[in-house]
C-alpha cells in the first residue's frame, strides 16, 4: 500500500519523513502531551532516530506503517501526526488502527478532528474492512475526535484504553481479529 500526500480543508497530510523530526521535536515538547499517550518529550535527535524506524516499515510483513505529519497549508507549520497501522490477514482482508496527536498550541482547534477524517476517508478509500482507535477512557478530547471519525466506543478494552470503531463495523471486527495472524492488530512503537 503506497501513501500519498492528502489534503483536506485547511490541512496537508504529508508522508512522514526523517527531515521532519526537528520541527516535530517542538511541536510536541509540552510534557502535556504524552498524559494519555505516554513518554516524554524526545529531543530532535531522539525523534530522528523514531522516525528512520517508522520510514524503515514494520519488520512485519503483514503490517504496513503509515504516518503522515499534519501541517497547516496556510502557516506552513507541522502540528502534529496521524498515523494507521494496517494489518493484512491470511484471507487478504485488511484492518487499520489509527491515532493521532497534536501539538499544545494548536488543539482546541479542529486540526486532530479534521486530520482523523481525512485519514479515515483515505483508509475507506483503500477498501480497509475494519478501522479503529484505542482511547484512553478520560481523555475526552480524542474521544471527541473519535466520534467527529465515525468510531463509537465498542467496549472492549486494551492495555488501559478503550478500542473505538465505526459502529457498522463492530460486528466485522470479531470476524476479521480472529482472522489476523497473531489474532489482534499491530501496533507502532508508542515511545513517542
Given at each position: 500500500?503506497?501513501?500519498?500526500?492528502?489534503?483536506?480543508?485547511?490541512?496537508?497530510?504529508?508522508?512522514?519523513?526523517?527531515?521532519?523530526?526537528?520541527?516535530?521535536?517542538?511541536?510536541?515538547?509540552?510534557?502535556?502531551?504524552?498524559?494519555?499517550i505516554?513518554?516524554?518529550?524526545?529531543?530532535?535527535?531522539?525523534?530522528?532516530?523514531?522516525?528512520?524506524?517508522?520510514?524503515?516499515?514494520?519488520?512485519?510483513?503483514?503490517?504496513?506503517?503509515?504516518?503522515?505529519?499534519?501541517?497547516?497549508?496556510?502557516?506552513?507549520?507541522?502540528?502534529?501526526?496521524?498515523?494507521?497501522?494496517?494489518?493484512?490477514?491470511?484471507?487478504?482482508?485488511?484492518?487499520?488502527?489509527?491515532?493521532?496527536?497534536?501539538?499544545?498550541p494548536?488543539?482546541?482547534?479542529?486540526?486532530?478532528?479534521?486530520?482523523?477524517?481525512?485519514?479515515?476517508?483515505?483508509?475507506?478509500?483503500?477498501?480497509?474492512?475494519?478501522?479503529?482507535?484505542?482511547?484512553?477512557?478520560?481523555?475526552?478530547?480524542?474521544?471527541?475526535?473519535?466520534a467527529?471519525?465515525?468510531?463509537?466506543?465498542?467496549?472492549?478494552?486494551?492495555?488501559?484504553?478503550?478500542?473505538?470503531?465505526?459502529?457498522?463495523?463492530?460486528?466485522?471486527?470479531?470476524?476479521?481479529?480472529?482472522?489476523?495472524?497473531?489474532?489482534?492488530?499491530?501496533?507502532?512503537?508508542?515511545?513517542?
Amino acid at each position: 500500500m503506497k501513501i500519498r500526500a492528502m489534503e483536506t480543508g485547511r490541512l496537508s497530510l504529508v508522508p512522514l519523513r526523517v527531515e521532519h523530526a526537528d520541527e516535530m521535536a517542538e511541536v510536541l515538547a509540552d510534557p502535556a502531551v504524552h498524559a494519555f499517550i505516554g513518554g516524554a518529550p524526545h529531543s530532535p535527535q531522539a525523534l530522528q532516530a523514531r522516525y528512520e524506524r517508522l520510514v524503515a516499515g514494520s519488520p512485519d510483513p503483514s503490517q504496513t506503517w503509515c504516518n503522515w505529519v499534519i501541517q497547516l497549508r496556510e502557516e506552513k507549520c507541522l502540528t502534529g501526526t496521524v498515523q494507521a497501522t494496517i494489518t493484512t490477514a491470511e484471507s487478504g482482508g485488511c484492518a487499520a488502527e489509527i491515532a493521532w496527536v497534536v501539538g499544545t498550541p494548536w488543539q482546541g482547534n479542529g486540526i486532530a478532528t479534521e486530520a482523523a477524517r481525512g485519514l479515515v476517508a483515505w483508509l475507506q478509500e483503500q477498501e480497509v474492512q475494519v478501522i479503529c482507535a484505542h482511547i484512553h477512557p478520560d481523555h475526552q478530547a480524542s474521544g471527541a475526535v473519535a466520534a467527529a471519525a465515525g468510531l463509537a466506543p465498542t467496549g472492549h478494552w486494551h492495555d488501559g484504553e478503550i478500542r473505538w470503531e465505526p459502529p457498522a463495523a463492530q460486528s466485522r471486527s470479531l470476524f476479521f481479529f480472529f482472522r489476523t495472524r497473531r489474532g489482534r492488530m499491530g501496533r507502532q512503537p508508542r515511545d513517542r
